[in-house]
């Protein structure tokens, strides 16, 4: 059975080390909202057997004006008896900018601190209480009604990790719109293709941002994605843009302008020091001038448990990005619900999430599952390295954070800077740190639970998915014994299976496809406009099951190691790609007959993409043309999907129908040489060519 993971496995190999035990830090353990594996089974047993009494009782710490009669769980997971469909709490009805705001005002903790934003130069801070949000919510949810934006409407969001994104989203939460952001590092292309698909009446975006000492012109990149919209008749409403690069300290090789290497001042910026946007008075507003005159006040629009809250486009397999959609009431719960145990909150932490909201990660874990329990958190705008590589670490200290969530590949990032910028701060505030994106090693997860927190934390390797909703597969950090690389064992309401190729569950010890047999809150419902879609990607190989695309194995202490896609997928720093994403940008260009992607083992990212292009007749491969490649990759899905390796491939190999064997060139890109067997390819000769073509590692 090729499941296609074998390479992770090298990655993988269990170190003594990772076999080794992880118990609860203590001081997590004593005040744990869950602090024994007892009580764990307990909690998870009566998930599964009793949903509804379950969810029910977790359901009543949050408002719903009204109350569904009907069932609290229906569902059919089963395509053999027709259509695929989630409902959790039909008929009731809520609103979550409501359940993550006014709650908590009208229990008097308005004063809170929701965010301390902390910007991407450390000059730059401000805090945000939940009053202040409450507000400023209420007055972009009126100049969005006002804008003709009412329930239903989608709405994108193209912006920074600033404050007005959070506010955004939880604005068009409470008029009932749904959101559909896109992330900052996505280029105008991708951004338009999200528009079109989603048939978005309004953008929210800013006029720039600093990320590290580069700048990222957001506004003009929307406007090249406005742009595009237009020749395909599809116009907005209005951009609603943020005026906030001048309002931030800029790094200071831009202060010193093009000298220092910088070109951003000299080109964005005019002389009197101001930042130059494009303007289209029929469409474009600044946020501050229509915020000025609305009131601060705007009822919630109820809306039902079932109805759409947001989108969030995830690469799929064919290449055509699938628009993830999550309802508002099992959403919230599990938000909330993952968020309170996972990491264990409890008031007075101050918790930190890296993430991009962008990203599913940076939805469920900056904004909704913190606001919806009243947590005080760090909103951060910038990178891990800028100015320096203690960034995090000294965020952490300024803060007292005690909950940290991060991702593999910024740990493994960080790690090459050694120990010494980690041991200038006193990090001791820190009792849970979590991981997300990727599996991560364990020489990461080691350092992760030493250095950065002294091996005195519980250490959290969360596996989830943006079609998840939340995590799914996680230890309990005052519960669970840890394995370094394991993200050990299922969440409240998830019931995971291990199947063979033909769809037999394997039980005990074991490999296989990664499975859940029953759907937990906050499952997506559908694909945005593709249902069948939604059906045939997670349902269809395995009926009764949905199918993550993962690999995973279960130990004989029954911890689940999640080994990585099985799909045509890749996972780059924690972003999943698809190869025919990648591909079909790079045949675009006028040399290039045919290209073929495949995931490299990279000690960073963890995976990085290695290109086989095959060339037209005469074309000749070139510096200039691998350039223009990655270029051509950048511009047409974003930089963080370029291309580290571009190779020339004279022939790919194809079995005798035709179909790229994509194993090989996994091996090739490896650079190993146990193929299997190749038999079946039309031309085995043409392996060893594309060996002596090979790029060698950076
Ligand atoms: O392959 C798994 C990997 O990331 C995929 C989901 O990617 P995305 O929808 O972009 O969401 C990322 C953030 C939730 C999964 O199918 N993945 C995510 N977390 C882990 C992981 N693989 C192993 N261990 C994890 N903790």
Sequence with gaps: MCMGYERRCVFFKMSGDSAQMFNPADKVAKISHCSSMEQYRKMHEKSLKDPEGFWSEIAKDFHFEENGLGQFLDYNFDVRKGKIYTKWMAGSKTN????????????????????????????????????????????????????????????????????????????????????????????????????????????????????????????????????????????????????????????????????????????????????????????????????????????????????????????????????????????????????????????????FCTADIGWITGHTYVTYGPLLNNATSVLFEGVPTYPHSGRFWEIIEKYKVSKFYTAPTAIRTLMKYGDEPVKKYDLSSLAVLGSVGEPINPEAWLWYYRVVGDSNVSIVDTFWQTETGGHVITPLPGATPAKPGSACFPFFGVDVALLDEEGREIKGEGEGYLVFRQPWPGIMRTVYGNHERFETTYFKKFPGFYCTGDGAKRDKDGYIWVTGRIDDMLNVSGHLLSTAQVESSMVEHEHVAEAAVVARPHNVKGECLHCFVTLTQGADFTDKLVSELKVKVRSTIGPFATPDYIQLAPGLPKTRSGKIMRRVLRKIAAGERDFGDISTLADPSVVEVLFEHRPNDK
């Design 96 to 351: 979550i900018s409501y359940n993550c705001l006014d709650r908590h005002v009208l229990a008097g903790k308005g004063d809170q601190v929701a965010f301390h934003w902390e910007g991407n130069d450390p000059a730059d801070a401000e805090i945000v209480t939940y009053s202040d949000l409450m507000k400023d919510v209420c007055r972009m949810s009126n100049v969005l009604k006002s804008k003709g934006v009412s329930k239903g409407d989608r709405v994108a969001i193209y912006m920074p990790m600033i404050k007005e994104l959070v506010v955004a989203m939880l604005a068009v939460a409470r008029i009932g719109a749904v959101h559909s952001i896109v992330f900052g590092g996505y280029s105008a292309g991708s951004l338009a293709d999200r528009m079109l698909d989603a048939e978005a009446s309004a953008l929210i975006t800013t006029d720039a941002v600093w990320r590290g000492s580069k700048l990222i012109p957001l506004k003009e990149i929307a406007d090249d994605a406005l742009k595009i919209c237009r020749a395909k008749n599809t116009n907005i409403k209005v951009n609603i843009v943020v005026k906030h690069i001048s309002r931030v300290t800029a790094p200071q090789s831009a202060a010193n302008g093009a000298a220092n290497g910088n070109p951003a001042k000299k080109t964005h910026f005019d002389d009197t020091g101001n930042f130059k946007v494009g303007w289209d008075d029929k469409v474009d507003v600044w946020w501050h001038d229509v915020v000025k005159d609305v009131s601060s006040e705007c009822p919630p629009v109820w809306m039902d448990a079932e109805d759409p809250l947001f989108m969030l486009y995830t690469s799929g397999s064919t290449g055509k990005p699938k628009g993830v959609l999550h309802t508002v009431g099992g959403y919230m719960l599990y938000a909330a619900t993952t968020f309170k145990y996972s990491f264990d909150y409890h008031p007075g932490d101050i918790y």
